[in-house]
T-cell receptor, first 114, second 113 residues
Framework: EPEVTQTPSHQVTQMGQEVILRCVPI?????FYWYRQILGQKVEFLVS????????KSEIFDDQFSVERPDGSNFTLKIRSTKLEDSAMYFC????????????FGQGTRLTVV | GQQLNQSPQSMFIQEGEDVSMNCTSS?????WLWYKQDPGEGPVLLIA?????ELTSNGRLTAQFGITRKDSFLNISASIPSDVGIYFC?????????????FGKGTKLSVKP
């Protein structure tokens, strides 16, 4: 069964460093998302991406964040200068076009900023 | 922005018991979804509901999309130890919001054998 894959599974980085989280969405899906989950809290929407551009972003997704689809298969989230409070699980999700379609999530990347 | 109220926050039950959890919203959604999350894993879709009033089952799981489109419940019958995890409701709208999900805070389920 096709699935969303994310790498790495765990990333430790020093405060102020740039990180890139990678995702390979399901191949025939056209909507891509990033979500964040701080330990013990709910899953929060960061950004949605469609047709090679951001279609919506939350207030969490500030200028430190960017997304890119560098080729036909990868979808990346970049945090330019990490802060301690960026430590969280980051989930990528993808969805087919049309209504009545569900988003499928990857296993997540645990980002730890020290 | 839209907020979901999910309850209860946690449940500790005996194996074999039935479980019920629900979500309410101050605004309407086109779709309600229920996900389960195991520790260190991503949310896994359990049930998707697309029509107000819809009642859908998936094995021992039953979920309903409230008639007002502002609420949903999930029932688990005859719970087993592998039901342990965190259950999240999520509301979804299409069109302008591009289908992004608004999640509830989760219900943590513990099952005692």
């Amino acid at each position: 069964e096709p699935e969303v894959t994310q790498t790495p599974s765990h990333q430790v980085t020093q405060m102020g460093q740039e990180v890139i989280l990678r995702c390979v969405p399901i191949s025939n899906h056209l909507y891509f998302y990033w979500y964040r989950q701080i330990l013990g809290q709910k899953v929060e929407f960061l950004v949605s991406f469609y047709n090679n551009e951001i279609s919506e972003k939350s207030e969490i997704f500030d200028d430190q964040f960017s997304v890119e689809r560098p080729d036909g298969s990868n979808f990346t989230l970049k945090i330019r200068s990490t802060k301690l409070e960026d430590s969280a699980m980051y989930f990528c999700a993808s969805r087919k076009t049309g209504s009545n379609t569900e988003a499928f999530f990857g296993q997540g990347t645990r980002l730890t900023v020290v | 922005g839209q907020q979901l109220n999910q309850s209860p926050q946690s449940m500790f039950i005996q194996e074999g018991e039935d479980v019920s959890m629900n979500c309410t919203s101050s605004s309407i959604f086109n779709t309600w979804l229920w996900y389960k999350q195991d520790p260190g894993e991503g949310p896994v879709l359990l049930i998707a509901l697309y029509k107000a009033g819809e009642l859908t089952s998936n094995g021992r799981l039953t979920a309903q999309f409230g008639i007002t489109r502002k609420d949903s419940f999930l029932n688990i019958s005859a719970s087993i130890p592998s039901d342990v995890g965190i259950y999240f409701c999520a509301g979804q709208n299409y069109g302008g919001s591009q289908g992004n999900l608004i999640f509830g805070k989760g219900t943590k389920l513990s099952v005692k054998p």
